[in-house]
C-alpha cells in the first residue's frame, strides 16, 4: 500500500522560504512521476510542480523561479523549495504520485495520480 506523507508547511512571512517534503513508502519515487499540488480556500486544487520518473522538472507559471522541485532517491522523498513566498501561495500542499510507472503524465489530469498525501498546510502572512 502507497503511502505519502507530508511535513514542513507552516506559518512564513512574504519573502521567506519553506521546504516541504513527501516521504514515500509502498513506492519508488524515482520509478513514477511525482507532484505537488495545493488548494487555497473556496479554490479548486492546482498543480504546483512535478518532477517525472527521469528527472525532467515542472512547474506552473506562477511559481516558476521561485519554487524547486527534487528528490532523494536515496530517502524515497521528494521536496518542494519555496522561496520568495507570496500571500497568494497560502493554500494546504498535497504530494501526489502518478498511477503508473515509467509513463509519460498530464500535470493537469489529476485523475493520473491515484495516490495522496494528507495535505500540509502553508500560510503566508504578509
Known amino acids: 500500500q502507497v503511502q505519502l506523507v507530508e511535513s514542513g508547511g507552516g506559518l512564513v512571512q512574504a519573502g521567506g522560504s519553506l521546504r516541504l517534503s513527501c516521504a514515500a513508502s509502498g513506492r519508488t519515487v524515482s520509478s513514477y512521476t511525482m507532484g505537488w499540488f495545493r488548494q487555497a480556500p473556496g479554490k479548486a486544487r492546482e498543480f504546483v510542480s512535478g518532477?517525472?520518473?527521469?528527472?525532467?522538472?515542472y512547474s506552473t507559471d506562477s511559481v516558476k523561479g521561485r519554487f524547486t522541485i527534487s528528490r532523494d532517491n536515496s530517502k524515497n522523498t521528494v521536496y518542494l523549495q519555496m522561496d520568495s513566498v507570496k500571500p497568494e501561495d497560502t493554500a494546504v500542499y498535497y504530494c501526489?504520485?502518478?498511477?503508473?510507472?515509467?509513463?509519460?503524465?498530464?500535470?493537469?489530469?489529476?485523475?493520473?495520480?491515484?495516490?495522496w498525501g494528507q495535505g500540509t498546510q502553508v500560510t503566508v502572512s504578509s
Open positions: 501526489a504520485s502518478a498511477r503508473l510507472a515509467y509513463s509519460p503524465i498530464n500535470f493537469n489530469d489529476d485523475a493520473q495520480f491515484d495516490s
Open positions: 518532477i517525472t520518473w527521469n528527472g525532467r522538472t
